[in-house]
Structure formats: structure tokens, C-alpha cells
């Protein structure tokens, strides 16, 4: 059975950092992209960050560019994404997501909440 577990959200204040991790197993952790995605409240979920199977090859959506940092460790199976100079409007549900062809797998997300 596949499986994706995040974790490491909290509350944090604006300007603090937070790094969320997600540890992935029942799937070949290697082969897939990773990515995170986040939607907040009454908003459509959207891409925050992807990462290529070997970690070669990094986007980001522009609103995060700079202060977020993905990365993935694949004799782990773990994906993380480093957030830095966190703003109230980074506030959401953070999922992790592989893919992979046809195959599309999601965390159950944890809450990121910046506020002071």
C-alpha cells in the first residue's frame, strides 16, 4: 500500500522558518517527481514546489521563489521543503504529491499556520 506522510507543520510567527518533511513507502520513492502543494481556506489548491527524481531539476511558484527550498533524499524516501521568511499568506494545508506516468499519489497534508 502506498503511503505519504507529512509532517513538521505548525504555527510559526511571520519572518520564521519551518521545515516540513514528507516520508513516502509501498512505491519506488526514485522514480517519481515530487512536489508540494498547499490550499488554504475558500482557495483552489496550487503547486508550490517540484523536484525531478534525482533532485536535479527544481521549480517553484513565484510567490514562494527565494524563501522556499525543496529537496529530497531518496535513500530515505523523504521529500522536504525548507520555508524561510514565512508571511501569513503562505497559511494553508501543505500535501505532498509523487508522480510518476500515470501514477499519482497524495499525503493527507499538514497545517501550516503564520501568524503572529
Known amino acids: 500500500q502506498v503511503q505519504l506522510v507529512e509532517s513538521g507543520g505548525g504555527l510559526v510567527q511571520p519572518g520564521g522558518s519551518l521545515r516540513l518533511s514528507c516520508a513516502a513507502s509501498?512505491?519506488?520513492?526514485?522514480?517519481?517527481?515530487m512536489s508540494w502543494y498547499r490550499q488554504a481556506p475558500g482557495k483552489e489548491r496550487e503547486l508550490v514546489a517540484s523536484?525531478?527524481?534525482?533532485?536535479?531539476?527544481?521549480n517553484y511558484a513565484d510567490s514562494v521563489k527565494g524563501r522556499f527550498t525543496i529537496s529530497r533524499d531518496n535513500a530515505k524516501n523523504t521529500v522536504y521543503l525548507q520555508m524561510n521568511s514565512l508571511k501569513p499568506e503562505d497559511t494553508a494545508v501543505y500535501s505532498c504529491?509523487?508522480?510518476?506516468?500515470?501514477?499519482?499519489?497524495w499525503g493527507q497534508g499538514t497545517q501550516v499556520t503564520v501568524s503572529s
Open positions: 523536484i525531478s527524481s534525482a533532485g536535479r531539476v527544481t
Open positions: 504529491n509523487g508522480r510518476w506516468g500515470t501514477q499519482s499519489y
Open positions: 509501498g512505491f519506488t520513492f526514485s522514480n517519481y517527481v
